[in-house]
């Protein structure tokens, strides 16, 4: 699988931000240290384009507050942080991008016994503890009301991708390139782990282990219910680092997947990009790469965890019958009680009610393009 599809059939890419997103709204880089971001911006040599220069400023003159509070949160928190022992095997959610990871990780966290990291805690990593709550209580209204990419709702305390937090706290990652599309490494290999040097994976773990074990002073008892498409392909040091955990894995029809993937990066590249967008034949070739690096990786890794620590579920599925879907988790991971949870997650889907996702449409053409590239994974999942 070496081809990838081409820059025809898919609709224009504008390289003007969208409207969607307020120019004053947070983006996640406010969240990173100075040390952190001056590594960045100075590594893609500042090549910022004129009017993301305010962005930049922004996040410039806000990177002081962060590690004024990461001190305090430092000498407040610190010795519980380094004691704290993440007790109950951690459940983590793994798939490709769009392929219903966000929703099952809101259904999942409506079981009170679950705790999952917020967006504002995966935004200010190394000082949520102190700040969450000056934040959510008085900060609602910097975040728009919907999810750029798919008009699902946003906020602060809304679960999120714990992926954001390793990169603000300065690990290496391929979120990174969103903020300069142009100029930054892909940093692929951190999909995988695989030929990341020993050092940089040890600063990985330990980045991973001391969020976690934050995460475990602010929700003590809970089990943490973690999700990040990157992890797909580091199920293998996952599984090492809590040889416990539970893994889910999401699937999609790689038809629909391709394009709604298309619609994410697009959307992330108009609202967090300090420079000039990529094209769409830039875009696709990088949508194409990760997923045969992560799922390379995931195929590898997967023999490593016994066959009752993981099931496979379909993002059909799911959306067909998210209730009987859940049930069928806990009864198969021995997650608890489901009885106990019914009511609220019952609640949680009538809510969920009158959400429509984005509709795709394809032509002959492109399908074959995108299953020349992603034929494997059709076979394999059965699509």
């Given amino acids: 699988m070496t081809s990838h599809p081409t820059q025809s059939k898919t609709a224009h890419t504008s390289n003007r931000p969208t409207n969607s997103y307020p120019m004053w709204s947070p983006r996640f880089w406010h969240g990173m240290r100075t040390h952190v971001w001056w590594k960045l911006v100075s590594g893609n040599r500042f090549r910022i384009a004129p009017l993301r220069i305010p962005l930049a400023v922004g996040v410039t003159l806000f990177t002081p507050f962060n590690d004024l509070m990461a001190g305090l949160q430092w000498c407040v928190y610190g010795r519980r942080i380094r004691d704290a022992k993440v007790a109950q095997a951690p459940v983590f959610i793994l798939g490709h991008w769009r392929s219903g990871t966000t929703l099952l990780h809101e259904l999942l966290v409506t079981d009170t016994q679950f705790a999952s990291p917020s967006t504002y805690q995966c935004f200010a990593p190394s000082h949520f503890l102190l700040s969450e709550w000056l934040m959510v209580t008085f900060g609602g209204f910097l975040l728009p009301k919907k999810r750029p990419m798919d008009n699902m709702e946003a906020g602060w305390q809304l679960p999120q991708e714990d992926e954001f937090a390793l990169m603000n706290l300065g690990v290496p990652s391929p979120y990174l390139r969103i903020a300069f599309p142009n100029t930054q490494p892909?940093?692929?290999?951190?999909?995988?782990?695989?030929?990341?040097?020993?050092?940089?994976?040890?600063?990985?773990?330990?980045?991973?282990?001391?969020?976690?074990?934050?995460?475990?002073?602010?929700?003590?008892?809970?089990?943490?219910?973690?999700?990040?498409?990157?992890?797909?392909?580091?199920?293998?040091?996952?599984?090492?680092?809590?040889?416990?955990?539970?893994?889910?894995?999401?699937?999609?029809?790689?038809?629909?997947?391709?394009?709604?993937?298309?619609?994410?990066?697009?959307?992330?590249?108009?609202?967090?990009?300090?420079?000039?967008?990529?094209?769409?034949?830039?875009?696709?070739?990088?949508?194409?790469?990760?997923?045969?690096?992560?799922?390379?990786?995931?195929?590898?890794?997967?023999?490593?965890?016994?066959?009752?620590?993981?099931?496979?579920?379909?993002?059909?599925?799911?959306?067909?019958?998210?209730?009987?879907?859940?049930?069928?988790?806990?009864?198969?991971?021995?997650?608890?009680?489901?009885?106990?949870?019914?009511?609220?997650?019952?609640?949680?889907?009538?809510?969920?009610?009158?959400?429509?996702?984005?509709?795709?449409?394809?032509?002959?053409?492109?399908?074959?393009?995108?299953?020349?590239?992603?034929?494997?994974?059709?076979?394999?999942?059965?699509?």
Avoid at 251 to 277: A, I
Avoid at 303 to 328: F, Q
């Fill in 186 to 383: 892909q940093e692929l290999e951190y999909l995988s782990l695989r030929n990341v040097p020993a050092e940089e994976l040890s600063r990985w773990r330990k980045a991973l282990q001391w969020f976690m074990r934050a995460l475990t002073v602010r929700y003590p008892g809970k089990r943490l219910v973690m999700k990040s498409p990157p992890h797909t392909g580091r199920i293998a040091e996952l599984a090492k680092l809590y040889p416990d955990a539970k893994f889910i894995h999401l699937t999609r029809n790689p038809r629909k997947l391709f394009l709604s993937t298309m619609r994410l990066w697009q959307s992330l590249d108009e609202v967090q990009s300090f420079q000039k967008l990529p094209s769409d034949a830039e875009r696709k070739e990088y949508v194409s790469v990760c997923l045969q690096r992560m799922y390379e990786s995931f195929d590898a890794g997967r023999k490593e965890v016994a066959p009752n620590r993981i099931v496979d579920v379909s993002y059909e599925e799911l959306v067909a019958d998210p209730h009987g879907t859940v049930k069928m988790l806990y009864e198969k991971l021995d997650l608890g009680d489901f009885s106990t949870v019914e009511p609220s997650l019952n609640a949680r889907l009538e809510n969920h009610a009158s959400y429509r996702p984005n509709k795709h449409s394809i032509d002959p053409q492109l399908e074959q393009e995108i299953l020349s590239v992603w034929g494997d994974y059709a076979a394999k999942y059965g699509y």
